[in-house]
């Protein structure tokens, strides 16, 4: 009994030991494919350096419209949102009053000519009396005095009269400058009180031309300046829409006019003012905007895209892809210098040369030495020729063709390593 359990046993071992060494083999046959990557292409152009900041757009020119004369609004010339001319009538208070102060003010003036006439005439006729002694001095003097009083207050006279012209003119309520008239304030037949900020009528904001003032690093002031000085016609920068998926579409150039006196010590910021012309509209008073201000330029710029860029323990690095055979690539781990994320999504980085091919999605699936093959960010595999592959036959044949190639590659590979003793 004993002796048929133990043969059974062997013969039983006999088959599991058959069985693992025909797995070992079909294991050791079995080839698994190249993986899948995205390619990105690394391109050399000429790009400034620059600083990515916020900003705020001012009007160029802002009024509060405040009458200078109280009285009652009797009429309203233009509409909240119009677009008005410099000296056009935006709004007309009762002139009764003021047209009845400048008739009172001419006679006034009147009045003081026929006296002054008369006391002129006066004194020609007694300075030959005085001449001849017929007349005192004193007397005569005093003639004289009379005339130069009667001129003093003719010309008292005349001001009065030309101040209650200007009071009557500024019944009529006329845009300081040309721009974009604001709301109503004040409505017909309200009573306003001359330059009182409650009676203000509207405002009006320039919105063809605008201010950028926006902030920079104090420690970079000095960086700006240079730039400065070697830009004649003043540093350009981008302006545009935060966070607006169509900015692209919403942006404008505007040049550095001005630097603020001083730094802001709470901040350690200095504010910089740009002018931008807005003939289009696109952008409006105390709306906040991105700004990029472009610094030094640099030529031959190399540029990689920002998902090929990663990171190990030593610093920043790339997977770089080179045709090894057919549709494969074989991948190398390059370490790189990276500088500044341009808005575009291209890094500035040392390390690479134009025309590199950069690993962008499926890094965790490659290592160094590893080989792999093009597909779209959707995973259809990408020929030979560069084209997608839409059809799920030539997709198996592909990736058929493309297993036994990197079988090929790697024995050829273990071939020509040396054998370990």
């Given at each position: 009994?004993i002796?048929?359990?133990?043969?059974?046993?062997?013969?039983f071992?006999?088959?599991l030991?058959?069985?693992?060494?025909?797995?070992?083999?079909?294991?050791?046959?079995?080839?698994?494919?190249?993986?899948?990557?995205?390619?990105g292409?690394v391109?050399?152009?000429?790009?400034?350096?620059?600083?990515?900041?916020?900003?705020?757009?001012?009007?160029?020119?802002?009024?509060?419209?405040?009458?200078?004369?109280?009285?009652?609004?009797?009429?309203i010339?233009?509409?909240?949102?119009?677009?008005?001319?410099?000296?056009?009538?935006?709004?007309?208070i009762?002139?009764?009053?003021?047209?009845?102060?400048?008739l009172?003010?001419?006679?006034?003036?009147?009045?003081?000519?026929?006296?002054?006439?008369?006391?002129?005439?006066?004194?020609?006729?007694?300075?030959?009396l005085?001449?001849?002694d017929?007349?005192?001095?004193?007397?005569?003097?005093?003639?004289?005095?009379?005339?130069q009083?009667?001129e003093?207050?003719?010309?008292?006279?005349?001001?009065?009269?030309?101040?209650?012209?200007?009071?009557?003119n500024?019944?009529?309520?006329?845009?300081?400058i040309?721009?974009?008239?604001g709301?109503?304030?004040?409505d017909?037949?309200?009573?306003?009180n001359?330059?009182?900020?409650?009676?203000?009528?509207?405002?009006?904001?320039?919105?063809?031309?605008?201010?950028?003032?926006?902030?920079?690093?104090?420690?970079?002031?000095f960086?700006?300046q240079?730039?400065?000085?070697?830009?004649?016609?003043?540093?350009?920068?981008?302006?545009?829409?935060?966070?607006?998926?169509v900015?692209q579409?919403?942006?404008?150039?505007?040049?550095v006019?001005?630097?603020?006196?001083?730094?802001?010590?709470?901040?350690?910021?200095?504010?910089?003012?740009?002018?931008?012309?807005?003939?289009d509209?696109v952008?409006?008073?105390d709306?906040?905007?991105?700004?990029?201000?472009?610094?030094?330029?640099?030529?031959?710029?190399?540029?990689?895209?920002?998902?090929?860029?990663?990171?190990?323990?030593?610093?920043?690095?790339?997977?770089?892809?080179?045709?090894?055979?057919?549709?494969?690539?074989?991948?190398?781990?390059?370490?790189?210098?990276?500088?500044?994320?341009?808005?575009d999504?291209n890094?500035?980085?040392?390390?690479?040369?134009?025309?590199?091919?950069?690993?962008?999605?499926?890094?965790?699936?490659?290592?160094d030495?590893?080989?792999?093959?093009?597909?779209?960010?959707?995973?259809?595999?990408?020929?030979?020729?560069?084209?997608?592959?839409?059809d799920?036959?030539k997709?198996?044949?592909?990736?058929?063709?493309?297993?036994?190639?990197?079988a090929?590659?790697?024995?050829?590979?273990?071939?020509?390593?040396?054998?370990?003793?």
């Amino acid at each position: 009994m004993i002796k048929n359990t133990l043969s059974i046993a062997l013969v039983f071992a006999a088959v599991l030991t058959a069985l693992s060494g025909c797995a070992k083999k079909a294991q050791q046959t079995r080839q698994i494919p190249p993986a899948a990557v995205v390619l990105g292409d690394v391109v050399q152009q000429d790009v400034f350096s620059f600083i990515d900041t916020l900003g705020t757009v001012n009007s160029f020119k802002s009024v509060k419209v405040v009458p200078q004369v109280t009285g009652q609004i009797v009429k309203i010339n233009f509409k909240q949102g119009d677009y008005v001319k410099e000296g056009d009538i935006l709004a007309e208070i009762d002139k009764s009053r003021y047209r009845a102060n400048v008739l009172a003010a001419e006679a006034q003036v009147e009045m003081a000519k026929s006296q002054l006439k008369i006391d002129t005439l006066d004194m020609q006729r007694n300075k030959k009396l005085a001449e001849q002694d017929f007349v005192s001095k004193q007397t005569y003097d005093a003639l004289v005095s009379k005339v130069q009083s009667d001129e003093a207050a003719l010309k008292s006279a005349e001001a009065d009269l030309e101040l209650a012209k200007i009071n009557l003119n500024w019944c009529d309520v006329r845009a300081p400058i040309s721009g974009k008239a604001g709301f109503f304030n004040i409505d017909l037949g309200n009573i306003v009180n001359a330059n009182n900020a409650s009676s203000m009528i509207t405002t009006i904001e320039e919105t063809r031309k605008l201010y950028v003032d926006f902030f920079i690093p104090a420690a970079r002031h000095f960086e700006v300046q240079s730039a400065m000085k070697n830009s004649p016609d003043g540093l350009e920068l981008d302006v545009s829409y935060v966070a607006d998926k169509v900015s692209q579409k919403r942006s404008a150039k505007a040049r550095v006019e001005a630097v603020e006196n001083r730094s802001r010590y709470s901040s350690s910021t200095l504010v910089l003012r740009a002018v931008l012309d807005n003939k289009d509209l696109v952008f409006w008073p105390d709306q906040p905007v991105k700004v990029i201000l472009n610094l030094k330029k640099i030529e031959n710029a190399v540029l990689v895209p920002n998902a090929a860029i990663q990171v190990d323990n030593v610093g920043h690095f790339v997977y770089v892809a080179k045709k090894a055979e057919g549709a494969l690539y074989k991948i190398s781990k390059v370490q790189v210098k990276v500088g500044q994320l341009y808005p575009d999504g291209n890094y500035l980085v040392e390390g690479l040369q134009k025309g590199d091919k950069v690993v962008m999605y499926g890094q965790l699936r490659v290592a160094d030495g590893a080989l792999a093959y093009a597909s779209t960010p959707q995973g259809i595999p990408i020929a030979e020729d560069g084209k997608p592959i839409a059809d799920p036959v030539k997709i198996k044949e592909f990736l058929g063709q493309v297993t036994v190639q990197k079988a090929e590659i790697d024995f050829k590979s273990q071939k020509s390593a040396p054998s370990e003793k």
